[in-house]
């Protein structure tokens, strides 16, 4: 039993507790399941497991014979694994806003219980399914990095199964983490990441008609994104399309007064296009490279 007073672990920097977790097969799957409860066990977090596809008696059968007391954890209340349609999932929408909410919440009651930090693994195979929402994840990835990992004792990894996850959609994805995890990832055409810094994204690769998803998602995080300044880096894009910056400017342009988009572009087509849009001018900040 974690005791009632344990102090809270140090947080790391939030990169690394965000991760995309990347697998192929049962025994990759086992390996990283089995390292990341051990350490949340040994170290007095509270640790949860949201599966979709994979039956929760197999995930306690997988960490009691790799040697883990899963039962004695349960018992202590320091161990959960549920699904993700019990939990984030049993609303009519999957939405990031209350999501977002959800893991404020979790943090707070895993620290009222005595536990020193939240660690969690989500089975992300249903973005794939006609699930409401599931539209929204890239968007959700994107804004978590500021929205969650700056601000609480949490570590979470997002478990991507190669098997159920077109590889498209994987990279991309994927992208949205600063950190990896798992087995390589091919570069997408157009990748999204959060700045591991500061609150904003990077884009990099290419803009275009075959991203406009991508694009849309980046658009939602921008008017979504809770942080009063963001930064859009957009240095390292070969290509932009008029649509896509269209966009990006009319999300931009969507927040709130007093928040407006610091906009770091790089090559001089990508400038001359920010021309045929003044509009911009009070919703973004530009810099250069």
Known sequence: MVPETAAPLPRGPAAHRHRDVVFSDDREWARHLCAFVRGGLDQGEQVQYFADTTDPEKVLRTLVDAGIDAVAAQSAGQLHVSTAA???????VFDPDAMIGLWHEAVEAAAGRGHRGLRAIGEMSWCVRDVAGADRLLEYELRIHDEVFDRLPLTAWCFYDRRLVPDARVNVLAGAHVTHQGSPVPEPVLRVTPLADRPGFLLAGSAGHDTRDVVAAV???????????????????RHLDAASLAALAGAAAQRPPGAPVRLRVGPAPLRRLLELFPELGSAVEVVER
């Open 86 to 92: 019990r939990t984030y999932l049993t609303g009519a």
């Open 219 to 237: 658009a939602a995080a921008l008017r979504g994104a809770g942080a009063p300044r963001l930064e859009l880096d957009m240095s390292r894009l």
